[in-house]
């Protein structure tokens, strides 16, 4: 009696078990159709993602992925005697953007820093200037100009990305020093490096060449890393 008793619940046990496991197998089945269905989404959203990233280096717009890294691109348009550049400076650090005409590092070298003013302001350095530079979204413009009177002058200026207003401007007259260098002689070996279409990315600390365009003359065993005469543009951070 005991034994006929006690096979009804090892039967209801098994059932139960069955049952358990189809339910287990159907959740199995679900996450990997929901997983299957994910990975088909980011397939087909990818080259959506890939335009918008395409669209914003063609556009000068940066993508900050890293709110805590600085970000830079050149913005479209830029033409022989005039370069604009878009940056990200993050919060919590000093910023510095100077430039330089002729007289340039040779060797790759990096600029000599500028002592970091204590304040917002602007100056004037050996062939150069500078100023000092907000965190945040900012737009950084260098322009060569000939005056009426035959004198090259930069014009150099920072301003908020998006915002009508004019930022922090600085600049003046190159002066006769280069009455027999670049700008007013163009060499006919020319190369532009730094930041170019596609953004670039840095941590907070360092110098970070925007723009190093340099002019020579093309004799053999003579590289643009050697060369002298030209304009550069570097932004500088402190802590």
Request: proline share 7%; glycine share 10%.
């Amino acid at each position: 009696m005991d034994s006929e008793g006690r096979q009804p619940r090892r039967f209801r046990f098994s059932l139960l078990n069955l049952l358990l496991l189809i339910a287990l197998v159907a959740c199995a089945a679900l996450i990997y159709r929901q997983q299957q269905n994910v990975a088909a989404m980011h397939r087909e959203v990818q080259p959506l993602r890939d335009e918008v990233a395409k669209y914003r280096n063609e556009s000068g717009g940066l993508d900050i992925a890293d709110p805590e890294k600085i970000y830079a691109i050149a913005m479209p348009g830029n033409t022989t005697d005039e370069w604009r550049y878009r940056v990200y400076l993050p919060e919590g650090r000093r910023y510095l953007v100077a430039y330089r005409v002729n007289d340039l590092p040779i060797g790759g070298a990096a600029p000599q820093e500028i002592p970091m003013p204590s304040g917002n302001t602007i100056g004037s350095t050996e062939n150069g200037g500078y100023c000092t530079i907000e965190p945040g979204e900012r737009i950084v413009r260098v322009a060569l100009l000939k005056r009426n009177d035959g004198e090259w002058a930069v014009q150099f200026t920072t301003q908020q990305a998006g915002s009508p207003t004019p930022g922090s401007s600085t600049g003046g007259n190159l002066g006769e020093g280069v009455s027999d260098r670049w700008p007013e002689v163009r060499s006919r070996a020319q190369a532009t490096g730094g930041v170019f279409g596609q953004q670039a990315f840095a941590p907070q600390l360092g110098t970070i060449v925007l723009l190093d365009h340099r002019s020579w003359d093309s004799a053999p065993g003579q590289s643009s890393a050697d060369a002298p005469e030209g304009i550069m543009v570097w932004l500088q951070t402190a802590p």
